[in-house]
């Protein structure tokens, strides 16, 4: 008889992106008339720029030639990606990372997920909530969450750390000892971000209590505000305690090309049940080389050129666009009377729903009488009850009439 992993039965029924798409499929197909903007899941809408699309094209080439040809590549990534994420994203910064603590791969969604294979079963975790829902159902899979309670709408096991207006969306350390803490900023869903105080608390809290910190710092390239961190090892002491995974996705339009990657610097460790530190880069590498053959070279060619100057112009562009649907739709919002936050370092948009309403209701709302697709906030915890999210991912056009149906319709 083979007997399943029962963890999963402790996960809620589907995936929060899934269970929405099916509720628009079906609206769609009863209302074939309609025009639906979705304002939903943050998928990218522009093209891969053409810097990367060159890259591209000349790898395909030389991949059909007899001395282009490559076969299995290296699991960590190939050296010339590395080398200028470590120029780029690193060195740029005044931070001293090396080649071989980053490890490339096909996305942060699949990294945020697997790292948690490296991790004892029962380690305490600490989410902010709302959180981006991988974090949680991956540490439900894996038996780290213990049951559902329907009463709270939490796990018994996690620690939920809210993020809400009440608290300006900075999250409070933990009363009680945590081993793992996810942190996402600028934070999907609220949109917000923490400056370099608030972060160094977590980075003290981690060096404290022998806790890792795994940073998701997807939307980095959306900061506009200066003094913001774009990496958590802009914070001293950091470097000790902090995976950071970055993404290709938002920033270079990879939703569907799909690359990324994570940092483990080789002084962040672990501990055995007795003790010893053992090296969360050596056990990474391990798990890559046995799960993981690589990222295409073609992908990598075409991240490598994300850095190129023309690649870093076009890309630029590209997130300016965005940042300014942002703001049509953020100041549309405001206007139309609702409280918004977010959207400034950020392609999220986090708004309170009206009063009365629950964030499902809201959602069930724009969907039916202005055909618009969000996210409702209690999707992403308890914490997100009473707030939504749109993102900026769409076109133009689409931010610009969506706010105007919002306020024909509110
Ligand atoms: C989101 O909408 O939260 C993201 O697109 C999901 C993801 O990046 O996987």
């Known amino acids: 008889m083979s007997l399943i992993n029962e963890n999963f039965l402790d996960l809620q029924e589907s995936y929060l992106f899934s269970t929405i798409a099916k509720k628009v499929e079906k609206f769609t197909k ?55 994420i470590v120029e780029n994203d690193y060195q740029a910064r005044g931070i001293d990372i090396d080649a071989d603590e980053i490890f490339v791969s ?15 079963q029962n380690n305490k975790v600490a989410i902010t909530d709302p959180v981006y829902p991988v974090y949680l159902d991956t540490n439900v899979m894996s038996g780290r969450a213990g049951s559902f309670k329907d009463e709270t709408q939490t796990y018994e096991n996690i620690v939920y750390l809210p993020v809400t207006a009440k608290n300006d969306f900075k999250p409070e350390l933990p009363k009680e000892k945590v081993d793992l803490i996810y942190l996402c900023f600028p934070n999907n869903p609220t949109g917000t971000v923490l400056d370099k105080e608030e972060l160094k608390k977590w980075v003290d809290y981690a060096k404290e209590n022998q806790a890792i910190i795994l940073y998701d710092a997807a939307y980095e390239a959306f900061i506009t505000q200066k003094d913001i961190p774009h990496s958590i090892y802009e914070i001293e002491g950091a470097k000790d ?70 690649g870093k112009k076009q890309i630029k562009e590209n997130i300016n666009f965005y940042l300014r649907n942002a703001k049509i739709i953020k100041e549309g919002l405001e206007q139309a009377g609702f409280t918004v936050y977010g959207g400034v370092n950020s392609p999220y948009i986090w708004l309170k729903v009206p009063e009365g309403l629950t964030s499902w209701e809201f959602f069930d709302k724009l969907l039916e009488e202005v055909n618009i697709v969000g996210t409702p906030g209690s999707g992403f915890g308890p914490s997100g009850e009473g707030y939504f999210r749109l993102t900026a991912f769409g076109t133009k056009e689409d931010s610009i009439e969506a706010i105007e149906r919002i306020k024909k319709g509110f």
């Not at 569907?256 to 010893?276: D, L, M």
């Not at 391990?286 to 190129?308: D, H, L, P």
């Open 241 to 310: 305690v902090a995976i950071e995974f970055k993404s290709y996705s938002k920033t270079a339009g990879f939703t569907g090309v799909r690359c990324a990657y994570v940092v483990i610097p080789k002084n962040v460790n672990g501990y055995t049940k007795t003790g010893e530190k053992v090296s969360l880069n050596k056990l990474w590498k391990r798990r890559t080389s046995t799960k993981f053959n690589g990222v295409s070279y073609i992908v990598q060619k075409a991240a490598e050129a994300t850095y190129s100057e023309e």
């Open 30 to 84: 009863e209302n074939p008339d309609k025009k639906i903007i979705k304002l939903g899941i943050g998928d990218v809408t522009k093209p891969i720029v053409p810097a990367c699309l060159e890259a591209m094209h000349k790898a395909v080439e030389e991949i059909g030639t007899k001395h282009g040809f490559k076969g299995y590549g290296p699991e960590q990534g190939y050296e010339f990606l590395r080398n200028v």
């Open 106 to 120: 096909d996305g942060a969604k699949c990294d945020c997920g697997n790292i948690v294979d490296i991790f004892a």
